[in-house]
């Protein structure tokens, strides 16, 4: 059974940082892309960033870009989104997601396997 399980959300000021991890299971880990996506109340789950099979390469929405970072630790079969200069438009609910392509990408039909999701708020 496929589980990932992401950690690490919370309550923080604007200008301040996080990292989440999240922890995968029961799926050929370093095989796959990671992605991570985020779903504010009443809007659509919008794509965050994304990180390929082995940490070669890495893309960011716009909206994080130069504030997000994405990266995995294979051998502990985790992946992280470290956070800096949150914003309050940066509240959302968090999700990790396993690709079916190893390259990665920012649709949500290419993610077969996604986690339960971690509160992320930042207060103005």
């Known amino acids: 059974q496929v589980q990932l399980v992401e950690s690490g959300g919370g309550l923080v000021q604007a200008g301040g940082s996080l990292r989440l991890s999240c922890a995968g299971s029961?799926?050929?880990?370093?095989?796959?892309?990671m992605g991570w996506f985020r779903q504010a109340p009443g809007k659509e789950r919008e794509f965050v960033a994304y990180?390929?099979?082995?940490?070669?390469?890495?893309y960011s929405a716009d909206s994080v870009k130069g504030r997000f970072t994405c990266s995995r630790n294979n051998a502990k079969n985790t992946v992280y989104l470290q956070m800096n200069s949150l914003k309050p438009e940066d509240t959302a609910v968090y999700y990790c997601?396993?690709?079916?392509?190893?390259?990665?990408?920012?649709?949500?039909?290419?993610?077969?396997?996604w986690g339960q999701g971690t509160q992320v708020t930042v207060s103005s």
């Open positions: 997601a396993a690709s079916t392509r190893y390259d990665g990408s920012s649709r949500y039909s290419d993610y077969a396997y």
């Open positions: 990180i390929t099979w082995n940490g070669g390469n890495t």
């Open positions: 029961g799926l050929p880990f370093s095989t796959y892309a």
